[in-house]
């Protein structure tokens, strides 16, 4: 195995935890959330406080997640769940929302570019290669939580439930679901998962009040070519994100930048359902 080969199962990886909250939320909620990038950013802080806190880098993750869940939870109740029987408007909300996330991000702590702690430093032998040891154990935590999602979403109540909203809410609500509870669940779970991803990607990047804007870009790209489906995820991650660093190593990073975007619209000019497994 090469350091290719690495760098792309890893970067597929950590694209799919990235896009994997967007996805829950447009599965369920027919919402495309361009906040998304803003919660990636309050992620990439959360990180950065937590280790100017003093307290251990491997707890960032868990409590960016339960902050984004919470935080999610109340912007659905006051700015999503009045707009929803006007989807437009709901959408031009969420990209609001995302331009005063990030001016109150300014605001608090400046255009300076800043760093968080890595829970894990230097390289580990991978199949007799020096391979970075955190984003290994990133793609390690990738995996859970992508094993996680599939639980929820198939051998819980709740992903039951949300299931039925995503296939015929209409119907659903006939058989006695409650889909404006599914609704706000699965919001906070979006933006809990997309904090989560942003505490997740900090210790590889720096912190800024613009870093979420390249990821909501990919993110938004790989669940339009998936569509709502965590195997179909999986598979534009690994396709796309593997030509974005093969376009990066061998080519230019400029133009790897670009690959993830232009092969998904590539894709779905050729076949409107992308890469959908289901």
Known sequence: MSIVALDILTTAAILFVVASGLMMILGVMKLINFAHGAFLTVGGYAAYLTTQAGISPWLAMPLAGLFGFFAGLIIERVIVRPLYDRPLDAI???????????????????????????????????????????????SLIALIIAGALTALLYLT?????????????????????????????????????????????????????????????????????SGVSIPSLLLASLLLGGAQVLVSTYLSPILGGLTIVVLAALILRINPKGLSLD
């Open 157 to 225: 109540r709740f992903g039951l439930n949300a299931r039925a909203v995503i296939m015929n809410e209409t119907l659903a609500r006939g058989l006695g679901i409650d889909s404006q509870k599914v609704r706000a669940l699965t919001f906070g779970l979006g933006a809990g998962l997309a904090c989560a991803a942003g505490a997740l990607i900090t210790p590889l990047l720096s912190v800024d009040p613009n870093m979420g804007l390249p990821w909501l870009v990919n993110s938004f790209m790989l669940v339009l070519v």
């Open 92 to 138: 031009l909300a969420t990209w609001g929302l995302g331009i005063v996330i990030g001016q109150l991000i300014t605001l608090g702590f400046g255009r300076e570019v800043q760093f968080a702690a890595s829970p894990l430093s230097g390289t580990m032998a991978l199949a007799g290669i020096e391979y970075s040891s955190y984003r290994i154990a990133a």
